[in-house]
Antibody
Framework: EVQLVQSGAEVRKPGESLKISCKGS????????IGWVRQMPGKGLEWMGIICPGDSDTRYSPSFQGQVTISVDKSISTAYLQWSSLKASDTAMYYCARRFTTDAFDIWGQGTMVTVSS | QSALTQPRSVSGSPGQSVTISCTGTSSDVGGYNYVSWYQQHPGKAPKLMIY???ERPSGVPDRFSGSKSGNTASLTISGLQAEDEAEYYC??????????FGTGTKVTVL
């Protein structure tokens, strides 16, 4: 079965760091870009960025450039999204998704809820 | 980069058709044939329903169809069913490896 499995919910304090993961299985992980999407509570979807697992080529949406880091470890078919200093406004559900054609994402992870609160 | 504009909500009775619009600019919707539509039920991950303006992934009912004219894309759901009640988001490629989502539309089955 083709799937993306994300790491579990996280609770952190403002200023702390965090790295969440997205593990692909059932397909050739290096052949498909992985994107990250934010959904703040009760709000819509926002593209954060995208990474090519084959060569780690990474592109960020302007709103998220410098705010997060997207990386990948192709040896374990896992993509990552990380923060060096969390803010309360980072509280959201984060999804990873596989890009299967020019610009469509067919497989989605189950989401990771990140809560940042003092 | 502004979000694409969608109506906040649309509704219809079972069996009817509803159409959701998605308005952007010549830099996104109007400039590329890379518009996709996603369905999201509460508490669930989005699901791809339409890609490349009008193509349906395997497993998506043919009740769902997509089109585009100028800077506006549309998703039509024909023969509305109870399970179609969900939030729908359009998204478009916007050049330079960027993409933008729509504001989202709540579809209610009366």
């Amino acid at each position: 079965e083709v799937q993306l499995v994300q790491s579990g919910a996280e609770v952190r304090k403002p200023g702390e760091s965090l790295k969440i993961s997205c593990k692909g299985s059932g397909y050739s992980f290096t052949n498909y870009w992985i994107g990250w999407v934010r959904q703040m509570p009760g709000k819509g979807l926002e593209w954060m960025g995208i990474i090519c697992p084959g060569d780690s080529d990474t592109r960020y949406s302007p709103s998220f450039q410098g705010q997060v880091t997207i990386s990948v470890d192709k040896s374990i078919s896992t993509a990552y999204l990380q923060w060096s200093s969390l803010k309360a406004s980072d509280t959201a559900m984060y999804y990873c998704a596989r890009r299967f054609t020019t610009d469509a994402f067919d497989i989605w992870g189950q989401g990771t809820m990140v809560t940042v609160s003092s | 980069q502004s979000a694409l504009t969608q109506p906040r909500s649309v509704s219809g009775s079972p069996g009817q058709s509803v159409t959701i619009s998605c308005t952007g600019t010549s830099s996104d919707v109007g400039g590329y044939n890379y518009v996709s539509w996603y369905q999201q039920h509460p508490g669930k991950a989005p699901k791809l329903m339409i890609y490349n303006v009008s193509e349906r992934p395997s497993g998506v009912p043919d009740r769902f169809s997509g089109s585009k004219s100028g800077n506006t894309a549309s998703l039509t759901i024909s023969g509305l069913q109870a399970e179609d009640e969900a939030e729908y988001y359009c998204t478009s490629y916007a050049g330079s490896y960027t993409r933008v989502f729509g504001t989202g539309t709540k579809v209610t089955v009366l």
